[in-house]
């Protein structure tokens, strides 16, 4: 028992001179670890007599409650010496200027999106949305573009190995036009609907990407007739580019889903190399460019999307989301457009509290 006293203030004196928390702990695992003679010790309790242990088991019990609050206190003696160092000699300067403003911005694309909206909303539209990855009915054959059709192949479709439970072949969308008859299909006549997104085609160059943005339009009603379809254009695009001398030229084309079918030109001059739309394309200076697909909705597209073309009718337009922004915004090149380059966003994107709305204007400066 001696030897006990004797080791145990050897100890005490061991923890109150340790001087870092690991020397701390190695004299924790040798006095009460597992193998820790404080421990070997206790063992030695259950082979003694019952005399005996009445005796050596308060010592030896009283040895180790010491040494273990001697630790405790050492171990927190050290963590505040620490504490005490580093408020010492740490500093926090709660002066230093706030964060520069986020560097990121809002994607012209996004941006004219959302002018879309507001424009469409205000007369009535709703915005709708489909899946990029389409199937092949909704794609082409529900908008009379059959197996067979030429216009299939015009549209450098991206197709995957797989078919839908249907059997239908599965495909990334070529335009926004599925989403007129899945529109009519989920929820019947009249429809008013804008539907803005991504559209996919195998094509690559300074005016082509894989991947582009399209946004629809489809009215669907009684007695919609084709004054209706120019109103609704005219309207959208002098609001759109904030010009009251917005002029259209309407020409015949072909979509199979239109029919007929309706390209709109829109007159332009090129001023200071760039090209600014607005008065006749037939004036001196200025010229016609191609603006957008449209037409009265095929009675067949009608069909195919289960309403009734004697009772229903309507138009539709298609118009690229991409060449909108450029043609308001100033950029001349489409791939930019995706590059993901910050320079780029900071030039020509938006703040997030730029909130395009018709009272503030739709167009917020660049
Ligand atoms: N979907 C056609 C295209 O991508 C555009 C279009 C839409 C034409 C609606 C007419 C009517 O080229």
Do not use: C
Not at 318 to 331: N, P, Q, T
């Amino acid at each position: 028992m001696d030897d006990l006293q004797t080791r145990k203030d050897d100890t005490l004196k061991a923890i109150t001179a340790a001087d870092n928390a690991d020397a701390v702990e190695a004299l924790r695992v040798e006095a009460l670890g597992k193998q820790g003679w404080v421990s070997q010790l206790l063992k030695t309790l259950g082979k003694m007599t019952p005399e005996e242990r009445t005796e050596k088991a308060p010592i030896i019990q009283q040895s180790r409650a010491e040494i273990a609050d001697a630790i405790t206190a050492r171990k927190q003696a050290l963590d505040d010496a620490e504490q005490d160092r580093r408020l010492a000699t740490e500093t926090l300067d709660l002066s230093l200027p706030a964060p520069a403003t986020p560097r990121g911005t809002v994607h012209p694309v996004s941006q004219v999106m959302d002018e879309l909206a507001e424009i469409f909303a205000d007369l009535g539209f709703a915005v709708k949305t489909g899946p990029e990855v389409e199937d092949d009915w909704h794609n082409f054959t529900a908008l009379n573009m059959p197996e067979s059709h030429p216009a299939r192949a015009m549209h450098d479709t991206f197709y995957f190995p797989d078919h839908d439970e249907d059997g239908r072949r599965m495909l990334l969308r070529t335009h926004t036009s599925p989403v007129q008859i899945r529109t009519m299909v989920n929820e019947g006549a009249p429809v008013r609907i804008i539907a803005p997104g991504r559209v996919y085609r195998s094509d690559s160059d300074a005016t082509h990407t894989p991947m582009f943005h399209q946004v629809e339009g489809l009215v669907i009603d009684k007695d919609i007739h084709l004054g209706h379809l120019k109103w609704t254009l005219e309207t959208f695009l002098k609001a759109f580019f904030e010009r009251d001398d917005i002029v259209l030229r309407l020409r015949p084309s072909y979509f199979p889903f239109t029919e007929p079918s309706v390209e709109v030109d829109v007159g332009f001059e090129v001023v200071k190399g760039r090209r600014v739309l607005g008065g006749s394309g037939d004036a001196p200076g200025h010229a016609w460019m191609e603006l957008l697909g449209s037409g009265m909705v095929n009675a067949r597209v009608i069909e195919f999307a289960g309403l009734d073309p004697e009772e229903w009718q309507g138009f539709a337009f298609g118009v690229g989301v991409d060449r909108l922004a450029m043609l308001k915004y100033g950029m001349d090149d489409l791939r930019a457009f995706f590059d993901g380059d910050i320079r780029w966003l900071q030039h020509y994107g938006f703040s997030p509290f730029d909130q395009p709305t018709l009272s503030a204007g739709v167009g917020v400066s660049a």
